[in-house]
């Protein structure tokens, strides 16, 4: 649907967007045990902490069949 699976795609994920989410991974705080605990990363001179935010695209299509309005 989103051309996620095409060759540029993918090569682009393997070759440039992991790469890259590999090297902020160390500004990240990690989240560990089965409390989840968050642990803050430790932070060189100069680098500042990197929060990611995700979301899920199916939300923005969950709508686009509607057959009624209100």
């Keep these: 649907m989103d051309g996620h699976k095409h ?6 994920q393997q070759e440039v967007f992991l790469p890259v989410m590999k090297e902020f991974e ?9 409390e989840l605990k968050q642990v803050s990363p430790t932070l060189k001179d100069g680098e ?7 979301h899920d695209e199916c939300c923005f299509h969950a709508n686009n069949e509607a057959q009624q309005l209100w």
């Design 26 to 34: 160390a500004q990240m705080a990690k989240f560990e045990g089965v």
């Design 48 to 54: 500042k902490e990197v929060i990611i935010y995700f």
């Design 7 to 12: 060759e540029d795609v993918v090569k682009y």
